[in-house]
């Protein structure tokens, strides 16, 4: 796995020490294209780490539970799972390869035992069941332990088997695959408040799923032009609110965020909130749209802010104000003198994403970094 | 003028970068491409808005003949291109009959689109009527045998040959359809467009413009002007680079320049009318993608581009390529 790097920006000024805990995978620059992380999420409690990767698998890591004769040391993170969970895939009738990078992971809320995740890559999102198998029944009456099967007519005795325990097995099975309902490429999934439902925003639409319903989804937001040579803009992130199951937010490629109500029609395209900070005209440049395109949206906890990441700076806005941010954080400043470079080689795409701590304090993950 | 570097620069790496992206896994990126198209839109308003008096980038009278109109003769390019073409300049155009040639692998994606686009447009006065129509037919011609080789159901019999005439297709993206005012007039390039100097003054060439200019006679070279040499498009490249003296800027920029330009001609060719979006209105405009249906056709003939490289450098599609957009 390629590296990826950490960093914070706590809200309010506070100082915090930020350093790396652990780093898994592949620290050189040698590192094969498919392993090269995608994306990463923790899981509610934060036990679970999720990666993805360019070639289509996730690797889960578990935190450790902290050894009190190492008090200092903080859980660190093991792998616990690994699948495939997207394949590459061609489109025959557009004569098109439909990459298996994961874009996206998202953790359900934890009901019982299993642990549930969405995966998705450009196309097809998938629901997947983990679960742990740590014991093994033994003494069955039909078979041998090896798994023969016996000869019933030998069978003189019943037994009834034993559970005995083995070795620490973790199972991924996908249990439900949403395909077909994207044109364009998959970039947000995001479960609802009422955790039984789901949205999947591509560049130009929004798709609503039932997370038990595979051939059917219901779509949000439109925003395709009729003439696709007026396009302006694309969906660059969405996400729902994290308690009102009605309202989502989803992110343009010119720095705008809307809100919009499932209430208020079947079709969204109306949003009910425009968040949009003025463009500064002295920082005009080649560039200014590129760096202005929002990579990534996310409620605070409280459900009373967001957060959003563009590519240089981080801005917190206040749900009921949107003419501009409540607090803006510049990342990395520094680079805003080198976009042109930037532009030639590609980083200034960079997608990078961000998320709010327990506390809503914000933090700030960078994705990956290319240097 | 270092704007204009800058912005040509940018320019040229944002088509490269388009052009590459046919080939990436996974089908065109809606996202990074329209973010490409916004940057390649301010790059070109920063072309065009650079006060440089008489500044010829349409190229010049170097514009290659077109060996399949035997007896014609191209003019100049576009004086300035900025122009907006007035429509009924077509009819002026030395040519019989007007381009109307569209490979149909440009046809494709674009269903239904008339084009502002560029250089053809540049069909209306005289002389730059003239020189558009040659980059224009310069660009079909790139296209012809990549057009043919995909089946290219426009293109009538002209085959092989650069320059399928003929009633073609109706639809042309580059064309300058007889009467198809709304769309021409519409062009934002209006914006930075010059008083057409017609018979102009020799411009002062812009160090990373091709480098045909060196050895071109005055812009204002009247449409039947064009001199024999290099009537074949073979022969254009080896004159170019003799021709390259003087030179401004390092001879370098220049050798970069026509590398590039060779991809700047294939992706206009390519996307064609896709950028009309750009050049009609300056707040919108986009490009058609991520159905993925440039890719199919387009994809499909990557040798075919590369030898007409010479030819496009002749065309100096540098002047098309900005028009264009």
Sequence with gaps: ?????????????????????????????????????????????????????????????????????????????????????????????????????????????????????????????????????????????????????????????????????????????????????????????????????YLSADDLRINLWHLEITDRSFNIVDIKPANMEELTEVITAAEFHPHQCNVLVYSSSK????????????????????????????????????ISSVSDVKFS???????????????????????????????????????????????????????WNGSDRMVERVQYFKL | MEFKLEAHRIVSISLG???????????????????????????????????????????????????????????????????????????????????????????????????????VTGAGDTLQGGEAEAAEAAWRRVEGPRETAVGGAGVPAGGSDVFPQGPGAARRPWGCPPGDEDKMS??????????????????????PVCPRKRGAEGVGGGPADRPAPGSTPLKKPRRNSEEQSGGAAAAAAQEEEEMETGNVANLISIFGSSFSGLLRKSPGGGREEAEGEESGPEAAEPGQICCDKPVLRDINPWSTAIVAF
């Design chain 1, 301 to 355: 906890h409280s459900g009373r802010y967001m957060m959003t990441r563009d590519y240089l700076s981080v801005k917190v806005w206040d749900l009921n104000m949107e003419s501009r941010p409540v607090e803006t954080h510049q990342v990395h400043e520094y680079l805003r003198s080198k976009l042109c470079s930037l532009y030639e080689n590609d980083c200034i795409f960079d997608k990078f994403e961000c998320c």
């Design chain 1, 1 to 197: 796995m390629a590296g990826a790097g950490g960093g914070g920006c706590p809200a309010g000024g506070n100082d915090l020490q930020w350093c790396f805990s652990q780093v898994k995978g592949a620290v050189d620059e040698d590192v094969a294209e498919a392993d090269v992380i995608s994306t990463v999420e923790f899981s509610h409690s934060g036990d679970l780490l999720a990666t993805g990767d360019k070639g289509g698998r996730v690797v889960i890591f578990q935190r450790e539970q902290e050894n009190k004769s190492r008090p200092h040391s903080r859980g660190e993170y093991n792998v616990y799972s690994t699948f495939q969970s997207h394949e590459p895939e061609f489109d025959y009738l557009k004569s098109l390869e439909i990459e298996e990078k994961i874009n996206k992971i998202r953790w359900l809320p934890q009901q019982g035992a299993a642990r549930f995740l969405l995966s998705t890559n450009d196309k097809t999102i998938k629901l997947w069941k983990i679960s742990e198998r740590d014991k093994r029944a033994e003494g069955y009456n039909l078979k041998d332990e090896d798994g023969r099967l016996r000869d019933p007519l030998r069978i003189t005795a019943l037994r009834v088997p034993i559970l005995k325990p083995m070795d620490l097995m973790v199972e991924a099975s996908p249990r439900r695959i949403f395909a077909n309902a994207h044109t364009y490429h998959i970039n947000s999934i995001s479960v609802n408040s009422d955790h039984e439902t």
């Design chain 1, 255 to 290: 720095g705008t965020i809307r809100l919009c109500d499932m209430r208020s029609s079947a079709l969204c395209d109306r949003h009910s909130k425009f968040f949009e900070e003025p463009e500064d005209p002295s920082s005009r440049s080649f560039f200014s749209e590129i």
């Design chain 2, 186 to 207: 519409a062009s934002p390039r209006v914006d930075g467009c010059r008083a057409p100097s017609p018979a102009g003054p020799e411009p002062p060439v812009p160090p």
């Design chain 2, 17 to 119: 970068k388009i052009y590459n992206s046919r080939a990436q896994r996974g089908g065109i990126k809606l996202h990074k491409n329209l973010l490409v198209s916004l940057v390649l839109r301010s790059a070109r308003q920063v072309y065009l808005s650079d006060p440089c008096p008489g500044l010829y980038l349409a190229g010049h009278p170097g514009a290659p003949a077109l060996p399949q109109q035997p007896g014609e003769s191209v003019a100049g390019p576009p004086a300035c291109w900025g122009e907006p073409p007035p429509p009924a300049a077509c009819a002026a155009w030395p040519e019989p009959e007007p381009q109307l040639e569209l490979p149909a692998v440009l046809e494709v994606p674009r269903a239904g689109d008339a084009e502002p686009a560029a250089p």
